[in-house]
């Protein structure tokens, strides 16, 4: 089960660089030149968030307080029993198993609290390039370069989180998927506005 993320930034901005015709610096340049090097904007659209708040759960066949949670649909706790953060954590050991005891005591369900563990967090910056060339007065011919994940990070999806499978309890074992968090992709384009 995963909740709401406790923090997160999302920063968009657009950023014309100051060279070429009618900016601060090199406004005297030549047609040529200003083509090259003049008119550029950069923009991103970056996000930085916390992980999902997670909950740890067990098998329904350890249900000893016979709730009927298999045909209810809700999920069995276990009992936390100790640090659940290993001393050592890896993407094979993110939370630590040993913390859990899968079989609640009988007559009764879990103490292990609901978003008690929370999982990898996101980085994920996307960045462009363009500029508009004039070609008359009616006619310009945009380009433009855009990227996502530029700096290539890793971001992890949550680990599974099933107390009762101990093989596979607190591994990671993929990325993220949504808010473009995955490899970086570019992509590139040309726009003629008339």
């Not at 709730?67 to 993110?94: H, K, S």
């Amino acid at each position: 089960m995963v909740g709401t993320r406790r923090h997160r930034i999302v920063a968009s901005a657009i950023y014309q660089l100051p060279f070429g015709r009618q900016r601060q610096f090199f406004s005297g340049m030549n047609r040529l030149g200003d083509a090259l090097l003049g008119g550029w904007e950069i923009s991103t659209v970056s996000l930085w968030q916390t992980g999902p708040y997670l909950t740890p759960i067990t098998s329904p066949s350890y249900d000893t307080a016979n709730l009927n949670l298999v045909f209810r649909g809700a999920a069995l706790r276990p009992d936390c029993t100790g640090n659940p953060i290993p001393a050592d954590r890896t993407l094979g050991n993110y939370f630590n198993v040993s913390a859990f005891n899968p079989v609640p005591a009988a007559g009764r369900i879990g103490n292990c609290s609901v978003g008690s563990l929370v999982g990898p967090g996101t980085t994920a910056i996307a960045g462009g390039l363009a500029k508009t060339f004039a070609v008359r007065e009616s006619l310009k011919l945009r380009f433009e370069a855009t990227f996502t994940n530029l700096p290539n990070h890793s971001n992890f999806a949550a680990p599974a989180m099933d107390v009762s499978a101990p093989a596979s309890f607190g591994q990671i074992t993929s990325t993220q998927t949504a808010e473009n968090p995955g490899d970086r992709t570019g992509q590139f384009a040309l726009r003629l506005d008339f």
